[in-house]
């Protein structure tokens, strides 16, 4: 992040320092703090990082997602100056920050503005890795497309184990161990998890259900057309249609081969 406004901290102290600089009429002053200003914005950008790769210069204090010390400035400037020794003049050096608390101020507000580029302390060792090899071999623009990418990679996953475990939770089915699943299939796990026993007793039980002459000694009577199961005068219904269905699902019955028993 370049400064570019106002409002920041590290441009107010910097715009304090150029003022007392240009009081005192120190050319050297301001040739100080305007290189100091051109290292952090570099660096902060990924300019210096592109720029050091360019030059086979050691990268290590250029990458913009990391702390912003004053060997990072220091390191910047030797950089510039073997580009053009002749016309580029020398520091801020590492020395020169550490004991000029103007410029120790500015570095410190430059590297405390960077809107959480840094990336977090909490970060597993996937993740660091990650951040390590994005840093290494993209360029600045493209670290944060392929981030934006990776992070909504992260939010889809976390959204589908969220799913993945209510559903497990649901049917006993734990989608996060297949590779590939169809709804099918999980659909005839579930019902294998009922025994063919168990099919067995549900068969009978709606067998039973649907047979008027077993039902009618209880004063209840199968309504073919709503599946249901009701008292003779239809005032007060035992099984309802949705549910007599549920059983015959759940007995691996064909509903539509069903017959009530006259």
């Not at 392929?146 to 497990?168: P, S």
């Not at 007060?236 to 006259?262: C, F, H, Q, W, Y």
Request: net charge positive.
């Amino acid at each position: 992040m370049s400064e570019d406004s106002d409002g920041l901290l590290s441009s107010q102290i910097m715009a304090r320092l150029m003022l007392e600089a240009k009081d005192n009429g120190s050319d050297r002053r301001l040739g100080t703090l305007t290189r100091l200003r051109e290292a952090c914005d570099d660096i902060l950008s990924g300019r210096a990082l592109e720029l050091a790769r360019k030059k086979g210069w050691s990268t290590t204090y250029f990458h913009p997602h990391r702390r912003l010390v004053a060997l990072s400035v220091h390191e910047y400037r030797k950089l510039k100056q073997s580009l053009s020794p002749g016309t580029e003049p020398p520091g801020p050096t590492k020395d020169t920050i550490a004991h000029d608390k103007g410029l120790s101020d500015y570095l410190q507000a430059r590297d405390g503005e960077r809107n959480g580029a840094r990336p977090s302390a909490r970060k597993g060792t996937r993740a660091r890795r990650t951040d390590e090899i994005l840093l290494e071999k993209l360029d600045f623009n493209d670290q944060s497309v392929v981030r934006t990418e990776l992070e909504e990679g992260r939010r889809a996953r976390l959204r589908y184990n969220t799913l993945a475990a209510f559903f497990h939770k649901l049917s006993g089915v734990d989608l996060r161990d297949r590779e590939n699943f169809s709804f099918e299939d999980v659909a005839a796990e579930i019902r294998g998890q009922i025994s063919g026993e168990d099919r067995q007793e549900l068969s009978s039980l709606v067998a039973r259900l649907r047979d008027n002459r077993a039902l009618a000694g209880m004063g209840l009577q199968y309504e073919k057309d709503s599946a249901r199961i009701m008292t003779d005068l239809g005032d007060l219904v035992l099984v309802t249609g949705s549910e007599m269905r549920v059983l015959v699902r759940l007995a691996g019955l064909n509903p539509d081969r069903l017959k009530p028993i006259d």
